[in-house]
């Protein structure tokens, strides 16, 4: 493990003049190179902790340290120099072009003229490549959609070239593909550059698939840490998420509709993919999945053509498509 570059020490947050502690006690260390997800339910803290580890938010209690120095004692542009942050908001930008936006992220290191260097251009050029901004370039900012400007932003902050990047929500606008594609990049990051990356996320999937290690607030604040897999299997994932209706199924690592199960049992067989798709079907529909039902179900290919043979009472009949089925079912 490379040594850690963000620490805190029983560290509480929250608001003192609304009395609201959010967290407390937090011990926590982000090392180099290490993609770290944030994870918890709305309104646990995720984006108040982010803003404390960023130094916009006084502790109410304990401290945070940027390898290993108090962040109380870096100066502001020395922690922009070696920390970057986006955050969830937006922020209006007027008409400011793409490229001038990605270029601020050089200013902590351009002097007093701001002055871009040989080395500033390659950074710019570097995060717009990165990033696959470089068609925004001339682009202003106001003439985005959300996803371009958060990808924008994450521009900026590559250009801002910190040991420590923190992104608050940073993949909330952006399609599916859009997604992996932030995710991919943020790992490809923290691999071939040693960075090290903290986000705040809702894509439970994701970060399960992409991070080092999880911050898994509950809804009372209390902090879980530890390797994705870890805490699927202690069910502090299930726990952090709990609520009535759904639960996490552990063999897909998905978050499951509660079945109602007030239909009649069925006995489901045959061909795996199959069976995936119309399992969900049958639970949806209220179905009891049982190996002892009367009635039974094999799904197979024939000629390329999925196919499910539903027999009950000693009758046999053929479905060519999952509603089909679910007809003969519902009618017998
Ligand atoms: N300025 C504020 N003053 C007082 N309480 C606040 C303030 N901002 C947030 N809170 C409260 O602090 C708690 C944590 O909020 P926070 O925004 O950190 O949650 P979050 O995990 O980021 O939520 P979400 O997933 O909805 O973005 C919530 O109960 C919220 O109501």
Redesign the pocket.
């Known amino acids: 493990m490379n040594e850690p570059l963000l620490t805190t020490h029983d560290l509480s947050i929250?608001?003192p003049?609304?009395q609201?502690t959010?967290a407390q006690g937090l011990t926590l260390s982000l090392a180099a190179g290490q993609l770290v997800c944030l994870l918890?339910?709305?309104?646990?803290?995720?984006?108040?902790?982010?803003?404390t580890l960023a130094g916009l938010q006084t502790p109410l209690a304990g401290t945070v340290q940027l390898a290993g120095q108090p962040l109380t004692d870096i100066s502001t542009l020395d922690l922009a120099r070696r920390m970057s942050l986006v955050l969830?908001e937006r922020v209006d930008m007027g008409t400011m072009r793409v490229s001038e936006l990605v270029a601020l992220g050089r200013a902590p290191h351009t002097g007093r003229f701001g002055r871009l260097t040989a080395i500033d251009q390659a950074r710019i050029e570097q995060a717009l490549t990165l990033t696959n901004t470089h068609r925004l370039a001339d682009r202003r900012l106001h003439q985005l959609s959300d996803g371009e400007r958060q990808t924008v932003m994450l521009a900026r902050a590559l250009a801002q070239d910190t040991d420590l990047i923190l992104l608050?929500?940073p993949t909330a606008h952006l399609d599916l593909p859009n997604r992996v594609e932030m995710m991919r990049l943020l790992r490809q990051l923290t691999r071939q550059t040693g960075k090290a990356i903290l986000l705040?996320t809702?894509e439970l999937d994701l970060a399960l698939q992409a991070a080092d290690a999880l911050w898994l607030?509950d809804a009372r604040g209390h902090l879980a840490v530890g390797a994705p897999e870890d805490l699927v299997l202690t069910g502090a994932f299930d726990a952090a998420f709990d609520k009535a209706g759904f639960y996490f199924d552990r063999s897909t690592g998905t978050f499951t509709m509660q079945p109602d199960e007030n239909g009649p049992a069925v006995r489901l067989s045959g061909n795996e993919s199959l069976l995936f798709w119309t399992r969900r079907a049958l639970r949806r529909e209220g179905f009891a999945i049982q190996d002892t039902a009367d009635r039974t179900i094999e799904a197979f290919f024939q000629q390329g053509q999925a196919r499910w043979q539903y027999t009950y009472a000693g009758q046999t009949r053929m479905a060519t498509s999952v509603s089909e089925l679910l007809r003969m079912l519902n009618t017998s």
Do not use: C, I, W
Request: no cysteine.
């Open positions: 929250g608001y003049t609304q609201r959010v918890g339910p709305n309104g646990a803290g995720k984006s108040t902790l982010m803003r969830a608050d929500e705040s809702h607030f």
